[in-house]
């Protein structure tokens, strides 16, 4: 039997929220829920240009700034003085940085706020594999990290609702099936024309399986040698 569809509009990976043009100066936090998408979002940001932190932390820590993301507040309002006055244009990544983002956003100049959005279904299940990978005990349950998620969202959404500041939701799933598309738009959000170098980069940054992009000490990704097995996926969790 054949069924007839209607469809409104086309699909984007991305919606902007309270939009604006994009200026000289920004910075540009990257937020979402763990195992949430935002080390891809982030690869990508990166790759358009974006000074996202020192290249040996984003080494170590999947694209995070350890002091944007452990640093008490008071440090991180010191940091943030350092940071604007040394770039124009700069950002970080913290899945969980709506957490403490109201207390520091009035020191953050023309923010534009990247925000990821993932099945929550596969975030859950990301979160029980970590779990297992890494040997967390106790383990949580389904029901446990259910209900986590589902607060992380709803402090997420709370954010989006009262901010006026530009933001750009990311659905990642349409992300990484629309991969180009997804680059260019958020070139657009960042006020970024990617160059062919920059486009093609990006795009090596998404990977459709999932899995932690590894960069080197020089802020390079490291390119994989051998290829991942068709019968363990890896998992996008950052």
């Known amino acids: 039997m054949a069924y007839k569809f209607k469809r409104y509009g086309e699909p984007r990976p991305c919606m902007t929220i309270n939009p604006e043009p994009p200026t000289s100066v920004m910075t540009v936090p990257i937020v979402g829920v763990p195992r949430g998408g935002t080390t891809m979002v982030a690869a990508v940001v990166h790759a358009l240009g974006v000074d996202l932190g020192p290249a040996s932390e984003l080494a170590k820590h999947t694209f995070e700034d350890q002091t944007m993301n452990r640093a008490a507040v008071v440090e991180q309002l010191a940091y943030l003085a350092k940071r604007n006055r040394k770039c124009n244009v700069w950002g970080w990544k913290n899945p969980l940085a709506v957490q403490t983002l109201r207390s520091i956003f009035f020191a953050l100049k023309q923010p534009r706020v990247i925000i990821i959005c993932r099945d929550i279904a596969a975030t859950v299940e990301s979160e029980m594999r970590f779990d297992a990978i890494n040997g967390t005990n106790p383990r949580r349950t389904f029901s446990d990290l259910m209900q986590v998620t589902?607060?992380?969202?709803?402090?997420?959404?709370?954010?989006?609702?009262q901010a006026t500041s530009p933001m750009l939701l990311v659905s990642y799933e349409r992300a990484i099936h629309m991969p180009e598309?997804?680059?260019?738009?958020?070139?657009?959000?960042?006020g970024i024309t990617p160059t062919c170098e920059m486009l093609q980069d990006a795009l090596a940054r998404i990977n459709p399986r999932g899995g932690y992009l590894r960069i080197d000490e020089q802020g390079h990704p490291v390119k994989i040698i051998e290829p991942v097995p068709e019968g363990d996926p890896s998992d996008e969790s950052g």
């Open 181 to 190: 598309v997804f680059v260019h738009e958020v070139g657009a959000f960042l």
């Open 150 to 161: 589902l607060h992380w969202w709803t402090e997420n959404m709370e954010f989006i609702a």
